[in-house]
């Protein structure tokens, strides 16, 4: 019964390029939540998405930042061009389809963005 | 504009003596609150929760309080065990639903032996 799988766990990236973070939720969760801690900072929320939907990307920046959840496949994060504050902790988080309801949401290990 | 806060950033406690960690929060939307332990390298991982409806709740050694007219609730762990030590995020939502959470800063927890 796995937990939520992120990978890759740590990702080296040169400024300018594009960085692709994924989430396979745990089985039978259809929310994602995204997620990044700055150091020395709590997680701020970036996204929540169901099955091909964005349901909220209050917190995702304007520019550069995408994210989606396909029909088939995990979720993905992608920063395009990125920049050294991109440098970052970035978490993904499932939650059961019955969410709507009081429930917690379950993290993964994280996805440590290292921009050089 | 932090809408939830903890004020400390680390705390150290006895092994075996209570720890409490506070955390404020400035929102009256939120209904939901949550707390999370996080370890170095790892994601957090869920402790215990409370809803607005009730002003505790009691996970065998985990206790949360809420005190919605102060805006204010916090985590006892007793006894406190060495392996409590870790960074501990208060987190809210609000409405009910599936919404993201927001998170405190964190309080690092160390238990002395």
């Known amino acids: ?18 960085a692709r973070l994924r ?12 997620y990044r801690q700055l150091p020395e900072e709590g997680l701020k929320f970036m996204v ?3 099955k091909e939907n964005i349901i909220d990307e ?6 550069r930042f995408s994210a989606e959840f396909p029909k ?22 499932s939650s059961p389809s019955h969410a709507g309801l009081n429930t917690e949401a379950f993290f993964g290990q994280g996805t440590r963005l290292t921009v050089v | 504009d932090q809408q939830v806060k903890q004020n400390s950033p680390s705390l150290s406690v006895q092994e075996g003596r209570i720890s409490i960690l506070n955390c404020d929060y400035t929102n009256s939307m939120f209904d939901y609150f949550l707390w999370y332990k996080k370890y170095p390298a790892e994601g957090p991982t869920f402790l215990i ?3 607005s409806i009730k002003d505790k709740n009691e996970d065998g050694r985990f206790t949360v309080f809420l005190n919605k007219s ?28 599936a919404d993201g959470l ?12």
Not at chain 1, 1 to 18: D, F, I, T
Not at chain 2, 103 to 113: A, D, R, S, V
Request: hydrophobic share 35%; with cysteine; proline share 7%.
């Open chain 1, 1 to 18: 019964n796995a937990g939520v799988m992120q990978n890759p766990r740590h990702l080296v990236r040169r400024r300018g390029q594009e």
């Open chain 1, 23 to 34: 989430c396979s939720p745990m089985k039978g969760h259809s929310h994602v939540y995204w």
């Open chain 1, 48 to 50: 929540y998405l169901q």
């Open chain 1, 58 to 63: 209050s917190g995702m920046p304007k520019e």
């Open chain 1, 72 to 93: 088939e496949g995990p979720s993905i994060l992608r920063i395009q061009q990125v920049v050294r504050g991109d440098s970052a902790a970035y978490f993904c988080a």
């Open chain 2, 49 to 51: 929760s409370i809803s």
């Open chain 2, 70 to 97: 102060a805006k204010h609730l916090s985590l006892h762990i007793v006894p406190s065990q060495p392996g409590d030590s870790a960074v501990y995020f208060c987190a809210a939502k609000s409405g009910g639903g």
């Open chain 2, 102 to 113: 927001t998170f405190g800063k964190g309080t690092h927890l160390i238990i002395q032996p």
